[in-house]
Nanobody, 126 residues
Framework: QVQLVESGGGLVQVGGSLRLSCAASGRTYRTYAMAWFRQAPGKEREFVAGINRSGDSTHYVDSVKGRFTISRENRKNTMYLQMNGLKPEDTAVYYC???????????????????WGQGTLVTVSE
């Protein structure tokens, strides 16, 4: 079993930056594909960025490409989301999630993720 804890959220002005972290427990962290999702007020949760087990393959939703970077350090059991050029529409609760993927691929489908963190709030103000 994996426990996930996000941190790094907060209030930032438009154009600013934040780095989210997701700390995972358990010795099998490196066997999980990881991803960030977000849920804005009144909207459904959506995929933001994903990374495979080895960390050499990533995928982003179009709205964050070129602004967000997902990465992971398996020896530290930690995943990151560097967010630059933040916009008001990025305001949401951000969740990290873990999927025990069969292959070393990126997972996009949130129904496949077995473990979720509690979320961290990111608020981008005008």
């Amino acid at each position: 079993q994996v426990q996930l804890v996000e941190s790094g959220g907060g209030l930032v002005q438009v154009g600013g930056s934040l780095r989210l972290s997701c700390a995972a427990s358990g010795r099998t962290y490196r066997t999980y594909a990881m991803a960030w999702f977000r849920q804005a007020p009144g909207k459904e949760r959506e995929f933001v960025a994903g990374i495979n087990r080895s960390g050499d393959s990533t995928h982003y939703v179009d709205s964050v490409k070129g602004r967000f970077t997902i990465s992971r350090e398996n020896r530290k059991n930690t995943m990151y989301l560097q967010m630059n050029g933040l916009k008001p529409e990025d305001t949401a609760v951000y969740y990290c999630a873990a999927d025990r993927a069969v292959g070393d691929t990126v997972t996009y489908d949130q129904t496949r993720f077995e473990y979720w963190g509690q979320g961290t709030l990111v608020t981008v103000s005008e």
